[in-house]
């Protein structure tokens, strides 16, 4: 199956949306097709955004996981890029 990655950016001033809907976010993505995924961080190191790596069958599929993320339905987002991703090296 193929990879998307989804780049996400918060609203700015959404640090409290995100802290709201975190445990939500973390307790669904645990069962999704999430291969990697962690936030941003800002100059002051406070989290500011997302990066997710997903293994879905399609643009569809992955445009349908980020609709479904509780961050997505708080509202958490100033910015969503899906990309096709193809891995080329890990060093994880």
């Known amino acids: 199956m193929p990879l998307f990655v989804l780049t996400c ?6 640090l409290p949306v995100r ?5 939500d976010h973390l307790a669904w993505v645990k069962d999704q097709p999430l291969k990697l995924g962690g936030p941003f961080l800002d100059e002051a190191g406070d989290m500011a955004g997302s990066l ?6 399609d643009l569809a599929a992955a445009k349908a ?4 993320d509780p961050y997505t339905q ?3 987002w100033a910015s969503v890029e899906i990309r ?6 890990a060093k994880l």
Request: net charge negative; glycine share 6%; charged share 25%.
């Open 9 to 14: 950016l918060d609203k700015p001033g959404a």
């Open 19 to 23: 802290m709201a809907a975190r445990e």
């Open 52 to 57: 997710m790596i997903v293994e879905v069958e």
């Open 65 to 68: 996981f980020n609709a479904a």
């Open 74 to 76: 708080a509202g958490l």
């Open 84 to 89: 096709p991703f193809r891995i080329t090296l």
